[in-house]
C-alpha cells in the first residue's frame, strides 16, 4: 500500500504562510455592489465557497470571497484573491492553469512568478484527496469569467 | 481481544492504525477464504440450472440468508431480503411500500440523525406525493427527543424512519419505546436503519417490532455490496416488487406477469450469492467473538480515548456519554478543520473520517460544517488509541494554539 505522506510532506503542506492566511484571511467579505458572483461547493466535505467580484474594463478589480472550509480551501482562495486582482481575464486564466498544472504534480510550476503566494501551495500535489480544496476558489473564480465571457 | 493477526490488510501493514469502521469494516481471512472457495467449488448461477453445480450454488446461497437471519433474530429467513446494502434496502421500503401507499396530506417523519439514505428517500417520496416530511429533533446531548416524537406522530402518519445508532454521535436509540409509541399514536410503519447496529452488538429483529430493519455486511466484515432487508411478511407479500426482471417472475404473459414467492419478489437478476457466502462467513465470525463482547471491547477502547481527547485544550467531543453510545467517537479540535486534522493522521498512519458522514441536517443542527470521526471494531487496540492521540497533538502542534 503506497502511504506517500511522510511529516515531512505534512510540514511542507501546512507552511505558516498558509496557516496565516488561513487565520488571517486576505478580502474577505462581501462586495457591495459586486459585477459577478459566484457559489462553489464541495459536496463531499461541505466545504463552501462564495466569490464576489468587479471588473474595472477587462482587469479583474476588487475580490472578496467568503465560505468555510479547511485551511487549504480557505487559505487558496485567500492568496488567488492577492494574485488575481488587477489582471486581465486572459491573464487570470494562464495564472489559474499553471495553478492547477501545480496541482496536479507539475513542479516546474512551483517555480513560476506569477503565482506568487500560491507556490506555498505546492504541497497538495502530495496530497490527492486535498487537491479538490485547493481549486474550489478557483473554480469558483472560473464559473465568474466564463459567465463574463459568455 | 487480539484479533488483528486475522485481518490480512491489517497484519500486511503494521503502522496503520484503521478507525473508520463506521465507514467499512476490514475483512477477516475467514471470509475472504469463504468467497473464494465458494468461486473454486459452487460457482454457478442459483436458481437456474438442473445440474448439481447450480444446485450446490443455491444451496450456498439458501444457507447463507438462514446463517445471516439467524444471527439478527429473524425466525422467518425468507423475509430476509439480499440488496447491495443499507440504502438499497431503504429505497426499496420507500418505493415500494411507500409509493402504494403513501398519498398527498399523509405525513412521513424522520429524525435529525439520519444518515442520508434514510433521510432522502422519505423526503423525495414526501415531495413525490404530496405528503409532508417531519424531522424529530434532538436533545442538546445528541439523543432522539422523544418528547418532539410524540408531538410528531399521528393517525396522519404513515412512516417512522430511524436510526438504531446514529453513524455520526453513536448514539443508540431506545427501539423498542420508539415502536412502543408509534403503535399507541398511528398505523404508521416503522423502518429502522440498522448499519450501525447490526455489525456492534447483539440484535434480534423479532425482539425490536420494528416493520423493516436495513443493513449493510461491508461494514460487518463481510464483502462490499451485499447487505439486506428484513421485513415483516405480512407486509412484503402485499408490497409491489421493487425491480423487476429474472427470478422474481412467477408467470411472465404477453400482457403481464405474476410475481415469484418471498424473497424472490425482491431479488430481480442474478444474486450475489459469493457475497452473501462472505457476509455468512462474517457473521459466524462474529458469533465466535460474541456480540456483548465486541460492544463490549469498542466502548472500553472508546472510553480510554474519550478521556485521553477530553483532557486536550481545545477538543470537544459530540454525542451522548461512552456508556450509551456504540464504537463512534465524534469530535473537533479547536479551529483546526476536520479535514486537515486527517491528513495530519494520516501521516501518522491513522485513518479517521472527516466530514459531514452523510449527514448534513444533523451537523446544521450541530452548528458545525464537518466533525472527526474515529470508529472502533474488533481488530482495533489500545495502539490505535496512542496513534490517535498522537496524531492529535500533532494537528495542534503544527497549528499552533491560538487563544481566542
Not at chain 2, 497484519?11 to 469494516?25: C, E, F
Request: charged content about 25%; glycine content about 8%.
Amino acid at each position: 500500500m503506497s502511504r506517500p505522506e511522510t511529516s515531512a510532506d505534512i510540514a511542507a503542506l501546512y507552511q505558516e504562510m498558509i496557516l496565516d492566511h488561513y487565520r488571517r484571511p486576505r478580502n474577505k467579505g462581501k462586495l457591495e455592489n459586486p459585477d459577478a458572483t459566484a457559489e462553489m461547493r464541495n459536496p463531499l466535505c461541505g466545504d463552501e465557497i462564495d466569490l464576489q467580484v468587479n471588473f474595472s474594463g477587462d482587469a479583474v478589480g476588487e475580490l472578496r470571497f467568503s465560505g468555510k472550509g479547511c485551511s487549504i480551501s480557505l487559505a487558496s482562495a485567500s492568496m488567488m484573491t492577492q494574485v488575481v486582482e488587477g489582471k486581465t481575464a486572459a491573464e487570470v486564466d494562464a495564472i489559474r492553469r499553471r495553478f492547477r498544472e501545480l496541482m496536479l504534480g507539475d513542479l516546474t510550476a512551483a517555480n513560476d512568478v506569477r503565482l506568487g503566494a500560491l507556490r506555498a501551495l505546492s504541497g497538495v500535489s502530495r496530497f490527492p484527496a486535498r487537491v479538490k480544496c485547493a481549486l474550489l476558489a478557483w473554480n469558483a473564480l472560473e464559473s465568474v469569467l466564463a459567465g463574463r465571457n459568455g | 481481544m487480539k484479533l488483528r493477526p486475522d485481518f490480512p490488510l491489517l497484519a500486511n501493514n503494521p503502522g496503520l492504525h484503521y478507525l473508520d469502521s463506521a465507514a467499512t469494516s476490514q475483512k477477516p481471512a475467514a471470509v475472504l477464504d469463504a468467497m473464494r472457495d465458494f468461486y473454486e467449488t459452487s460457482n454457478a448461477n442459483p436458481h437456474r440450472g438442473a445440474y448439481s453445480l447450480s444446485v450446490r450454488a443455491t444451496e450456498c446461497y439458501l444457507q447463507a440468508r438462514s446463517d445471516v437471519a439467524r444471527f439478527l433474530g429473524a425466525a422467518d429467513t425468507d423475509a430476509l431480503i439480499f440488496t447491495r446494502g443499507t440504502t438499497e434496502a431503504l429505497n426499496l421500503v420507500a418505493g415500494s411500500w411507500g409509493r402504494a401507499n403513501v398519498r398527498a396530506g399523509d405525513e412521513i417523519v424522520v429524525t435529525a440523525m439520519d444518515h442520508h439514505a434514510n433521510f432522502v428517500p422519505w423526503q423525495q417520496l414526501a415531495l413525490e406525493k404530496g405528503a409532508t416530511l417531519r424531522i424529530c429533533e434532538l436533545t442538546d446531548e445528541g439523543r432522539l427527543d422523544l418528547g418532539c416524537m410524540r408531538g410528531l406522530v399521528s393517525s396522519r402518519t404513515k412512516v417512522v424512519a430511524f436510526n438504531h445508532v446514529s453513524n455520526a454521535l453513536g448514539t443508540i436509540n431506545p427501539v423498542t419505546d420508539i415502536v412502543r409509541l408509534v403503535r399507541d399514536q398511528s398505523d404508521a410503519i416503522t423502518v429502522c436503519d440498522g448499519a450501525q447496529s447490526a455489525p456492534h452488538f447483539p440484535v434480534r429483529f423479532d425482539e425490536l417490532g420494528v416493520d423493516f430493519y436495513a443493513f449493510s455486511g461491508h461494514k460487518m466484515l463481510g464483502p462490499m455490496a451485499l447487505g439486506a432487508l428484513i421485513g415483516k411478511r405480512e407486509l412484503l407479500e402485499k408490497m409491489p416488487p421493487y425491480q423487476s426482471g429474472g427470478d422474481m417472475i412467477e408467470f411472465v404473459h404477453d400482457d403481464r406477469s405474476t410475481w415469484n414467492v418471498l424473497p424472490h419478489k425482491f431479488e430481480a437478476g442474478t444474486p450475489n450469492a459469493a457475497g452473501a457466502v462472505g457476509l455468512a462467513a462474517a457473521v459466524k465470525y462474529l458469533g465466535r467473538i460474541g456480540m456483548d463482547r465486541v460492544l463490549a471491547h469498542e466502548r472500553s477502547l472508546m472510553a480510554v480515548a474519550q478521556a485521553r481527547l477530553s483532557a486536550i485544550e481545545g477538543v470537544r467531543i459530540y454525542g451522548p456519554p461512552v456508556g450509551e453510545r456504540s464504537g463512534v467517537l465524534s469530535f473537533t479540535l479547536e479551529d483546526v478543520h476536520p479535514h486537515d486534522l486527517a491528513t495530519i493522521l494520516d501521516g501518522e498512519g491513522v485513518c479517521i473520517r472527516a466530514g459531514h458522514h452523510c449527514t448534513q441536517p444533523l451537523m446544521r443542527r450541530l452548528g458545525v460544517a464537518a466533525t472527526a470521526r474515529a470508529s472502533f471494531y474488533v481488530y482495533n487496540d489500545e495502539d490505535d488509541v496512542d496513534a490517535l492521540l498522537e496524531g492529535v497533538l500533532k494537528a495542534r502542534d503544527i497549528f499552533g494554539y491560538v487563544p481566542s
